[in-house]
């Protein structure tokens, strides 16, 4: 079967840095994507990665390995808006895209 | 603005009863998902369409029914064969290129929580 594993809650400290973990066992690969979402309210777009290798953006960075199944989300310089629920989800062999569970990031002053 | 939008925000059903949950997108993007979640779960599709007056089971598809009479809209009825229907529904669309499928960012709407009474 497909599955995507992620943590299911992350704790963090502002100002800090955090990094969210995603594998995943899929029938092939097409990209992985990472959304956020605050509770109550839409996902929205973080990154979408296809090559290993860190892809950064502003304060958050998104790494894949395919060799490995894994990719993490790397958040920097941690502010209070940044409390969500943090998506990984993965377009298979038959583009079907499977999504993770979320991990909810709590941020703490 | 462009985007997409879902109505009502919180909708309550009562036992046999069919309700319509409402998708618009100002977006010109031909294609369109229902997604649907529930704590401690991934999101899980329902029914998608990639292009007007079509559309395909997703998933969990059962208890479920779509139209897609204009691009704009993609309304999702919940049918009292639904036995579980309490979650929050998501609507999403993104440009629909075929070639290219879930290889496209989607765009979601701010979503509608379904609660049986």
């Known amino acids: 079967g497909q599955n995507i594993d992620q943590p299911t809650e992350m704790t963090a400290t502002e100002g800090a840095i955090v990094q969210i973990n995603c594998t995943y066992q899929?029938?092939?690969?097409?990209?992985l994507f990472w959304y956020q979402q605050h509770a109550g309210e839409a996902p929205t777009f973080l990154s979408y990665?296809?090559l290993d290798g860190l892809e950064e953006k502003g304060r958050f960075s998104s790494f894949l390995s395919r060799s490995k199944g894994y990719s993490y989300l790397l958040l920097k310089e941690l502010q209070m808006k940044d409390s969500a629920s943090y998506l990984c989800?993965?377009?298979?062999?038959?583009?079907?895209?499977?999504w993770g569970a979320g991990t909810k990031l709590i941020i703490k002053p | 603005d462009g985007g997409i939008t879902q109505s009502p925000k919180y909708l309550f059903r009562k036992e046999g009863q069919n309700v319509t949950l409402s998708c618009e997108q100002n977006?010109?993007?031909?294609?369109m998902y229902w997604y649907r979640q529930d704590p401690g779960q991934g999101l899980r599709l329902i029914y998608y369409?990639?292009?007007?007056?079509?559309?395909q089971k997703g998933d969990i598809a059962e208890g479920y029914s779509v139209s897609r009479e204009k691009k704009e809209s993609f309304p999702l009825t919940v049918t009292s064969a639904q036995k579980n229907p309490t979650a929050f529904y998501l609507c999403?669309?993104?440009?629909?290129?075929?070639?290219?499928?879930?290889?496209?960012?989607?765009?979601f709407g701010p979503g509608t929580r379904l609660l049986v009474l």
């Open positions: 989800a993965v377009v298979d062999s038959n583009y079907q895209l499977i």
């Open positions: 999403a669309s993104s440009i629909g290129d075929s070639t290219s499928g879930n290889l496209e960012t989607q765009y």
């Open positions: 990665n296809v």
């Open positions: 977006l010109n993007h031909d294609a």
């Open positions: 369409s990639q292009i007007v007056n079509d559309f």
């Open positions: 899929t029938s092939g690969f097409n990209g």
